[in-house]
């Protein structure tokens, strides 16, 4: 199981906005963090503390959070997002250990 | 540039131990944590450990602890990680990364596959 949770896949059609949401009890104090991972690639980096891009990262991508429960918004999603998307965050420990959610599958088509 | 890099692919017997490492270069190798990731077949991030290597502080997550050992090198900037007992549900891509003050994860390496087999 996973500390966080999300839905297993978003299905859009390219041009549309896709929203893939995480929800867990410790995101209310924690913030949450978003890797792109593609087939066969390793997770980049997408959205870090809740809503800032790293350098290099389209402005299309956007974060946003409410309470226990935070968002990652592609507008405009092209066939070259589809990726498995993965939320983070702190684990309750409080020990800064890591934390996911179980990866959302991103399907533009 | 920041870079990790991993060793490569390794395969196993059940119950033997594998030893994986993660050179980091084109930053201060101190100045932040590193951490293991591991991703079973189709499936999601695993949480697995993190060093800190300014001091040699390690920390795992508890399914882990007593079979996972991680250890650094200041004079080559590598962390290894040492993963005991090996059983087939170890099979795994493993992945070091970046961590930072705020627990994210801005560097990935490129992942060593670890298959346990008979």
């Known amino acids: 199981s996973y500390d966080l949770t999300q839905p297993p896949s978003v299905s859009v059609s390219p041009g549309q906005t896709a929203r893939i949401t995480c929800s867990g009890d410790?995101?209310?104090?924690?913030?949450a963090h978003w890797y792109q991972q593609k087939s066969g690639q390793a997770p980049v980096l997408l959205i870090y503390?809740?809503?800032q891009r790293p350098p290099g990262i389209h402005e299309r991508f956007s974060g946003s959070k409410s309470g226990t429960v935070v968002a990652l918004t592609i507008t405009g999603a092209q066939v070259d997002d589809e990726a498995v998307y993965h939320c983070?965050?702190?684990?309750?420990?409080?020990?800064?250990?890591?934390?996911f959610g179980g990866g959302t599958k991103l399907t533009v088509l | 540039q920041v870079q990790l890099v991993q060793s490569g692919a390794e395969v196993k017997k059940p119950g033997a131990s594998v030893r994986i490492s993660c050179k980091a270069s084109g930053y201060r190798f101190i100045s932040y944590s590193i951490h293991w990731v591991r991703q079973a077949p189709g499936q999601g991030l695993d949480w697995m450990a993190k060093v800190t290597p300014t001091n040699g502080d390690t920390d795992y997550a508890q399914k882990f602890q007593g079979r996972v050992s991680m250890t650094r090198d200041l004079s080559t900037n590598t962390v290894y990680m040492d993963v005991s007992g090996l059983t087939s549900e170890d099979t795994a891509m493993y992945f070091c990364a970046r961590g930072t003050i705020d627990d994210f994860f801005d560097f990935w390496g490129q992942g060593t596959l670890v298959s346990v087999s008979s």
């Open positions: 983070s965050s702190t684990d309750v420990s409080g020990h800064h250990r890591g934390a």
């Open positions: 410790v995101l209310a104090k924690n913030y």
């Open positions: 503390k809740d809503t």
